[in-house]
């Protein structure tokens, strides 16, 4: 990527508002802005980080194109490292295309997805940790999810990285040491293994929590399953306060998965409403069914939906044995009917499943659906200091503890000091990734991809 041009880009979501933000970094920004803004001074003359008041024009014509604010910000202390402007015009479509276009014109390049971010990472202004936590903290689904990105952004665990790397620097150090100097320095195999245990004990405890950060970032996958006519597109609907699904008694009105999103506990989950699970009536209806038996597949949790105004049926019977394995709670609704249900023929089958009782109709037992799905995702406390990894973070982390498990290995057959050290440096070289030290290109280059241009 070429780092001394200058790029332009529309920092806002296209559409109508009340502004919208054309931003410009580069050696150029400043002088091209000069180009193109009419006011009592030029942007080159104002002292940095000033906004001043003016009207941008096209040089082509002399046209007035818009009222503006514009914003000039002289590196190296801005976000990307270099000069920048950002210009506050009216939210129009037009407008803001017209500006971004005349700015290319007069010597910007569009930026890339991610670039002024990109080179916010590449100067030093923020590591790759920070760089990914810019995108988390644009997509967060929840509060929660929100407050962790924002500790991510500012720098929570790229500290706690780089104290792990500071450990094994000075093991690593004092290893290389003995080697050179084996009559003058030697290595306590002991306490280096001790040391060594609570630094893999540390990237363990990071990697526990991949499974959380998963849950904040993606989203929990919640399969409602069941027979036809039990009451699933109504629990939906309870669970969403809002009449999402159509509700008919007729059996097999569902036909296709019905996805909608909600906020449970501060985690958001993605609850699927799936046809009733019989013998396929018609082309469309198979069709729905194996989309169901793949929903339950890649859920994180299933609500088995069964109607307790009805015998239990062979059909429920096989749809526990079907998700048992899984994580799993069984719902039992319509309570507020004639109870005909008996589990007695299943006792088995159930094997400790939670079971909720409901009327999804009358709200009755739904907040108490909604705790169990939160604490059977999760039973950890959500803080500040808890870690948001990503896949990236955590497959290189493992790498890096694999490293070390290697080293305890060797410690334990007392293998050369050459070798121990080649293995520290393989953690090192690990944990420098994760912030971006030693990133290829083509890993850089399909992170970046992912933001908006602009960003």
């Known amino acids: 990527m070429i780092l001394n041009d200058t790029i332009a880009a529309i920092s806002t979501p296209v559409g109508y508002g009340g502004i919208s933000i054309v931003r410009l970094s580069g050696k150029d920004a400043i002088s091209i802005a000069d180009n193109i803004f009419i006011g009592k001074v030029k942007p080159s003359s104002i002292s940095n980080r000033n906004i001043i008041y003016g009207k941008i024009f096209d040089p082509e014509d002399n046209r007035i194109i818009d009222d503006v604010l514009l914003i000039v910000m002289k590196g190296p202390r801005t976000y990307t490292g270099d000069d920048m402007v950002e210009i506050?015009?009216?939210?129009?479509?037009?407008?803001?295309?017209?500006?971004?276009?005349?700015?290319?014109?007069?010597?910007?390049?569009?930026?890339?997805?991610?670039?002024?971010?990109?080179?916010?990472?590449l100067s030093g202004r923020i590591d790759l940790v920070q760089a990914e936590a810019v995108m988390e903290v644009v997509f967060a689904k929840t509060d929660t999810e929100l407050k962790l990105a924002v500790s991510q952004l500012e720098g929570n665990l790229s500290s706690q990285i780089t104290e792990i790397k500071e450990l094994l620097l000075q093991f690593l150090s004092l290893i290389e040491a003995s080697v050179d100097f084996p009559e003058d320095v030697g290595v306590d195999r002991k306490e280096f293994g001790t040391h060594l245990h609570k630094v893999l004990s540390r990237i363990e405890h990071l990697l526990r929590t991949a499974d959380e950060g998963r849950l904040l970032r993606e989203g929990a996958k919640v399969s409602i399953v069941g027979r036809?006519?039990?009451?699933?597109?109504?629990?939906?609907?309870?669970?969403?306060?809002?009449?999402?699904?159509?509700?008919?008694?007729?059996?097999?009105?569902?036909?296709?998965?019905?996805?909608?999103?909600?906020?449970?506990?501060?985690?958001?989950?993605?609850?699927?409403?799936?046809?009733?699970?019989?013998?396929?009536?018609?082309?469309?209806?198979?069709?729905?069914?194996?989309r169901t038996k793949d929903s339950i597949k890649s859920a994180d949790i299933i609500l088995i939906v069964i109607d307790s105004a009805r015998p239990i049926s062979k059909e429920d019977g096989k749809i526990i044995e079907k998700v048992k394995k899984k994580k799993a709670i069984l719902v039992l609704n319509k309570i507020d009917l004639p109870r005909k249900c008996n589990f007695s023929s299943l006792k088995k089958s159930l094997d400790g499943l939670p079971i909720i009782e409901t009327s999804a109709i009358c709200g009755t037992g739904i907040d108490t659906l909604r705790n169990e799905i939160k604490n059977i995702l999760t039973h950890h406390r959500w803080e500040y200091e808890t870690v948001l990894l990503t896949a990236r973070h955590a497959?290189?982390?493992?790498?890096?503890?694999?490293?070390?498990?290697?080293?305890?290995?060797?410690?334990?057959?007392?293998?050369?000091?050459?070798?121990?050290?080649?293995?520290?440096?393989?953690?090192?070289?690990?944990?420098?990734?994760?912030?971006?030290?030693?990133?290829?290109?083509?890993?850089?280059?399909?992170?970046?991809?992912?933001?908006?241009?602009?960003?």
Not at 88 to 110: D, F, M, P, Q, S
Not at 415 to 440: C, H, Q, Y
Request: net charge positive; hydrophobic share 40%; with cysteine.
């Open 88 to 121: 506050n015009c009216h939210g129009g479509v037009l407008i803001t295309k017209k500006i971004l276009e005349i700015l290319l014109r007069y010597g910007a390049r569009l930026a890339e997805p991610g670039e002024f971010t990109k080179r916010a990472f």
């Open 228 to 290: 036809t006519n039990v009451g699933k597109s109504s629990i939906l609907n309870a669970l969403l306060s809002e009449e999402r699904a159509i509700v008919t008694p007729i059996p097999g009105t569902t036909r296709d998965t019905l996805e909608e999103w909600i906020n449970i506990g501060g985690i958001p989950a993605k609850v699927v409403d799936t046809a009733g699970l019989r013998k396929a009536r018609g082309l469309i209806e198979h069709k729905g069914i194996k």
């Open 395 to 455: 497959a290189i982390l493992k790498r890096a503890k694999w490293s070390l498990k290697r080293v305890q290995t060797l410690l334990k057959e007392k293998a050369p000091e050459e070798i121990m050290a080649f293995e520290v440096r393989e953690g090192l070289n690990a944990l420098g990734e994760v912030l971006g030290e030693s990133t290829p290109d083509e890993i850089l280059d399909k992170i970046f991809s992912k933001f908006c241009i602009g960003k």
